[in-house]
């Protein structure tokens, strides 16, 4: 009897520890919940305090012990005075940055502390965005989360070839030329960064697809020189060299056939101010035979 009494005790007093358990756990994440809330708020209050340039709000946001990494500088700037002459001077300035940033995690890591990770965006006149990826210490003092210590990293962006390859921007756009049952449509587009232009094209007789294909035009920084590689749907491919000539643009064309055969041309490009450009092929030689020219046409932009 005993025995069953001490086992009704202990179920009894596991239950009610694990009840108990229970409501903690909730009770740990309703907190949770409601500080990350709170973080959540503090930073959309410090970016408007930052772009509305509000220096006295903008500080009031740190701790007296804040410590921040001055991305002008790179010294440690510590403490409510020292963060207001900072940011004075940042907003004196003549180019004065506009903040934006994304939250991608806000970590409890006790609850007086959280730790905000995130990518920040700041953009400055006419220049182009600057993108960091950040963490932010914040500690809670008196009931509202302060921002005790900044940490950031800029992204390093890779460098577009625009510059190279601007010149070629007259291509960018839809093409389209048609004539004795033949059409041929073009479209050109500049890829991510502008790094490259992505030029496909479709051949049609009598309203039937008879080929497409693919060309990527780039800028080669070993050879210092723009280069195109196409890819046509028979299983073919063509590499070519552009150089500007006046002008026009002539692409020195080496192709390699989809039953192994090699073969080479000149194309001969002429952009026109009326939005058309002129396309040629001269100098067709296919396994060592010479081949006629393909007469000048005009393409039109659709």
């Known amino acids: 009897m005993k025995c069953k009494m001490c086992r009704s005790f202990a179920m009894l007093w596991l239950a009610v520890g694990s009840l108990a358990a229970n409501g903690q756990d909730v009770a740990t994440k309703s907190e949770n919940a409601g500080n990350v809330a709170a973080v959540q708020a503090a930073i959309q209050s410090y970016i408007a305090a930052f772009n509305a340039k509000d220096v006295a709000k903008l500080v009031s946001h740190w701790s007296p012990t804040g410590v921040y990494i001055s991305r002008n500088t790179g010294d440690r700037v510590t403490g409510h005075d020292a963060l207001t002459e900072e940011f004075t001077a940042i907003f004196e300035s003549g180019d004065v940055p506009v903040l934006a940033a994304a939250t991608e995690s806000i970590e409890m890591i006790s609850p007086n502390v959280a730790l905000e990770r995130g990518t ?3 953009t400055r006149g006419d220049s182009g965005p600057v993108d960091s990826i950040y963490n932010v210490v914040y500690v809670k003092s008196g009931g509202t989360w302060l921002i005790d210590r900044v940490t950031e990293k800029e992204i390093a962006v890779q460098l577009s070839k625009y510059q190279q ?3 070629l921007e007259w291509l960018i756009g839809e093409w389209r030329d048609e004539g004795d049952g033949t059409t041929i449509e073009f479209s050109c587009r500049w890829t991510k960064n502008q790094n490259y232009i992505s030029r496909t094209y479709t051949v049609s007789n009598d ?4 080929s497409t294909g693919l060309q990527i035009i780039g800028w080669d920084p070993q050879q210092k020189q723009i280069r195109s590689w196409l890819f046509d749907s028979d299983g073919g ?10 002008d026009r643009w002539v692409v020195q064309a080496m192709a390699t056939l989809a039953d ?3 073969g080479s041309f000149t194309s001969i490009f002429r952009p026109t101010d009326d939005g058309t450009f002129t396309w040629e092929k001269i100098n067709r030689v296919v396994d060592g035979q010479l081949l006629p020219n393909i007469d000048e046409i005009i393409v039109r932009r659709k």
């Open 120 to 122: 920040a965006t700041v």
């Open 165 to 167: 390859l601007k010149d």
């Open 207 to 210: 309203g039937e697809v008879e």
């Open 237 to 246: 491919f063509v590499t070519g060299t552009w150089t500007r000539r006046d």
């Open 260 to 262: 192994g055969g090699t």
